[in-house]
């Protein structure tokens, strides 16, 4: 499913936008979904150069409609901001408005997503190319820190726990500080299965049983 976007100015209808979005994401929750175009919309600050350093309601719910929906924002592999107002100086201001965001499942079926973007055409937005190659291995399922995990009593007192673990690895300090974040990502995924089992598939079904109910 793919789905042109074309975002609104106004913040009540960015936050209208998402609601469409997310309806249409239930009535085809299985299937793979690539969504394009300009959302006028950013996620965080590092996507904004120039004007107030602050995020906006609609940049908090995007980021949210992101991690709700199991999507990922696809990289741009030349490049950071989309559009800028065409001015020099300190009156320039750029922000990535234009992305391709897809469902996570499109990565784990062997396919390698990236972005970029194309020359200046005239507009104060450049163009944008999604590019997919297919991978002889799949990926494995992206990470995801979930919020719920902080709600558990022992989180802390495990990362504390699997951060001072030892195993048989050496190399500069830089590599054995990446080492030591992926041994905490994967005793993170072990724990999440177990404490928490797939909270994706068991959000979907207490949708499905309120809808049933209404």
């Known amino acids: 499913m793919i789905t042109n976007v074309y975002g609104p100015q106004k913040l009540e209808d960015k936050l209208k936008l998402l609601t469409s979005l997310e309806e249409l994401r239930e009535r085809y929750p299985d299937m793979p979904w ?3 175009g300009d959302f006028n919309m950013i996620k965080s600050l590092t996507e904004k150069k120039g004007g107030t350093r602050t995020r906006g309601r609609d940049s908090i719910a ?8 199991v999507l990922v ?3 741009i592999i ?5 559009w800028n107002n065409k001015r020099g100086g300190t009156s320039q201001f750029a922000s990535k408005l234009d992305r391709f965001i897809i469902s996570e499942d499109l990565l784990l079926t062997g396919l390698d997503m990236s972005a970029l973007i194309l020359p200046f ?8 190319q999604l590019e997919a190659t297919f ?3 799949p990926r494995n399922r992206p990470f995801r820190f979930e919020n719920v995990w902080l709600s558990h ?8 726990k699997w951060w001072m673990e030892d195993f048989p690895i050496q190399g500069t300090k830089m590599f054995m500080l990446q080492q030591r974040f992926k041994h905490i990502k994967s005793k993170l995924k072990d724990w999440n299965k177990k404490e928490f089992g797939n909270i994706f598939k068991a959000k979907r079904e207490v949708e499905q049983k ?5």
Not at 78 to 82: A, D, H, I
Not at 210 to 214: A, D, E, S, V
């Open 135 to 137: 991978m002889a291995t």
């Open 34 to 36: 690539i969504l394009a």
């Open 153 to 160: 009593p022992n989180f802390t007192s495990n990362i504390d």
């Open 78 to 82: 030349n490049g950071t901001f989309t």
């Open 210 to 214: 309120l809808q049933g109910i209404n």
């Open 62 to 69: 995007f980021q949210n409609f992101i991690n709700n929906m």
């Open 121 to 128: 055409g005239g507009s104060d937005h450049w163009p944008t």
């Open 73 to 75: 924002d696809v990289e």
